[in-house]
């Protein structure tokens, strides 16, 4: 470095000492030493989760709501990109197949992620009826769950009663829980009561006397009694109604199951799986047939499916108590349903290691786990849904399949071959290449509904 002297007419220059001259690379120190901090926080904070000592929760839960956070950022922002859209696999809409000799005559009601609508449609796939009321004409005084989530809300699960009144368990997307609640609507969409109370998620049955059986969630914040769950965590709920609305029982689940001798699968949980450590899918009532079939459960009793521990297993309501269960080759499992014959059959979403698609319908006999039916699809046209799905035994001997993930519903006989498919017809994002979800789908023979309530080709606009 240099300097002047501008004292006389000449120009001289002088070179500083060196000990006076700048550093080269002045910003190195400095920068190895904010690199040298970070570091060291970064090593802390990550001896501090995983010695789990204070304060290690206040750290883990900064973690889960910045990347949930992001994730609402990133992916809930564009509803093609959620789990409520995939990829069309093809152009095909409607019925694309239908055996008459084979397939089982009736009516198919099914929900779909693309509005929060339950359609029921013939058998040559044209929409007879439509039961659809916006989200904030129900959820009045709840502005975040008719709001906030607006675009995302659809109904989950459906039941029709004979004189077309419908239960309808709504969820949404991008929020924890993701719950939203139970609706009765009457054949013309009005609402003959709500369960709002509570947060109800994936499944309603109806019980042969009328009974409703619901799945509830929230979040729980208290410690689970000698089960070393981390807090906050999703607690799962069984509530049981009367066939107006009221709440005749409700059942923690999680302390139904930790009280149980199931207990021991909740220690093998992942902290990120430990979070939801149940995930409650699925409730069935078991029938008079299949009671008196089965030697694991008995008419009453309620078939349950627990996802994220991998087990089913059948519920005593009236002792509260899980009086049955196992595990089996599935993975990601959705719908237990007991079968008249004893057996069990469930969409297995993720267990099919060996076959074309990764997923399968499976009928087991509960007694010796052996598979006695199953259905996987082809190379062609292969079985593939990660999440969600449902399956139902028709009268013929024939399964109704919803492959949620493909949108659509197909019905196989019990060889193997496809009587009826069903693709949905609505399409969005980008070019029109993106399929919504079926969420569920169940066949009613027009001798399951009332001479009051006819079906009608010609309805299409939801007005009858």
């Known amino acids: 470095m240099t300097y002047q002297h501008a004292g006389s007419d000449s120009v001289r220059t002088q070179s500083l000492p060196e000990t006076a001259q700048e550093p080269k690379g002045g910003w190195i120190g400095p920068a190895a030493f904010v690199l040298s901090i970070a570091l060291i926080a970064f090593l802390a904070g990550a001896w501090t989760v995983l010695s789990r000592v204070p304060p290690y929760k206040l750290l883990t839960n900064a973690h889960d709501a910045a990347g949930a956070l992001y994730a609402q950022a990133t992916q809930y922002g564009d509803r093609y990109q959620t789990d409520l859209w995939y990829d069309a696999r093809s ?13 089982l005559e009736g009516y198919t009601l099914y929900t779909s992620s693309h509005e929060p609508s339950a359609f029921l449609v013939d058998m040559k796939g044209r929409e007879v009826h439509r039961w659809f009321i916006p989200p904030e004409k129900i959820w009045t005084e709840d502005v975040e769950a008719a709001g906030t989530l607006g675009p995302h809300i659809y109904i989950r699960k459906s039941y029709m009663y004979p004189n077309g009144d419908l239960l309808a368990v709504y969820e949404g997307s991008g929020d924890t829980p993701w719950g939203l609640g139970l609706v009765k609507l009457d054949r013309n969409s009005n609402v003959v009561w709500s369960y709002l109370d509570e947060r109800a998620h994936h499944d309603v049955e109806v019980g042969a006397d009328g009974t409703i059986y619901a799945l509830t969630h929230e979040m729980r914040h208290e410690p689970v009694e000698g089960q070393g769950l981390e807090t906050p965590l999703i607690e799962d709920f069984l509530v049981i109604l009367s066939p107006d609305g009221k709440v005749e029982k409700r059942l923690s689940l999680l302390e139904v199951f930790a009280e149980s001798r199931f207990k021991w699968l909740l220690s093998g949980l992942s902290r990120r799986t430990g979070q939801d450590p149940l995930h ?5 009532e078991v029938g008079a047939e299949a009671g008196g079939a089965m030697n694991v459960a008995r008419e009453g009793d309620l078939m349950i499916s627990f996802r994220n521990v991998k087990l089913v297993a059948v ?9 049955w269960g196992t595990l089996g080759p599935w993975v990601g499992q959705h719908d237990a349903e007991p079968l008249a014959n004893g057996n069990v059959l469930l969409f297995d979403n993720n267990g099919n290691y060996n076959g074309p698609g990764g997923s399968r319908v499976m009928e087991f006999a509960p007694e010796t786990m052996e598979i006695v039916w199953a259905y996987e699809g082809t190379k062609d046209d292969p079985l593939k849904s990660v999440l969600r799905s449902a399956s139902q035994r028709l009268p013929n001997g024939n399964t109704l399949i919803t492959e949620s993930q493909a949108g659509r519903l197909i019905e196989v006989t019990p060889e193997g071959k496809i009587a009826w498919e069903y693709v949905n017809p609505v399409r969005g994002g980008e070019g029109d290449k993106k399929i919504p ?28």
Do not use: C, Q
């Not at 409650?280 to 069935?284: A, E």
């Open 315 to 323: 519920l005593d309501p009236k002792t509260e108590e899980l009086v």
């Open 437 to 464: 979800i079926v969420a569920w789908g169940r066949r009613y023979a027009p001798a399951d509904l009332d001479r009051s309530f006819e079906p009608k080709p010609e309805y299409a606009s939801g007005e009858m």
């Open 91 to 103: 152009d095909d809409k409607g019925v694309v197949a239908h055996d008459a000799a084979t397939a």
């Open 280 to 284: 409650t899918n699925s409730v069935k």
